[in-house]
């Protein structure tokens, strides 16, 4: 549980630090060339086992991203496509991600 809080509160501090210079326009570009085919078109899954990404907060997203990287959050499916990202690459998806707006629940 501590290990858990510790990395959280890591992962908000980097994306408080990253997010001010991040780029939403990169962040996209590297979405759609990592991301898009599980995770979908402007962060909506087409898929029930894979999450919507729209609208998510940064601090989670970036957290998440470098757990999945730094191996610290266990997915098999993840793991090696976050493991090429630097912080920058997660900071810009990040931006990207949370200024979409989800849609809305049927």
């Known amino acids: 549980m501590t290990k858990t809080l510790l990395i959280l509160a890591t992962g908000a501090l ?3 630090t990253f997010a001010q210079a991040a780029d939403p326009a990169a962040g996209k570009q590297k ?3 990592t991301c898009v085919a599980c995770h979908g078109a402007n962060g909506i899954s087409i898929a029930e086992i894979y999450p919507d990404l729209a609208g998510q907060k940064k ?3 970036i957290s998440q991203m470098q757990a ?3 191996g610290t ?3 098999p499916i993840m793991e090696p496509m976050a493991k090429g ?3 920058i690459d997660i900071a810009n998806m990040a931006e990207y991600l ?3 707006k989800p849609h ?3």
Do not use: C, Q, V
């Open 14 to 16: 980097l994306a408080s």
């Open 59 to 61: 601090a989670y997203l």
């Open 31 to 33: 979405y759609e060339t």
């Open 104 to 106: 809305a629940i049927p």
């Open 98 to 100: 949370s200024a979409i």
């Open 68 to 70: 999945f990287r730094d």
């Open 85 to 87: 990202l630097s912080d």
């Open 73 to 75: 959050r266990k997915n």
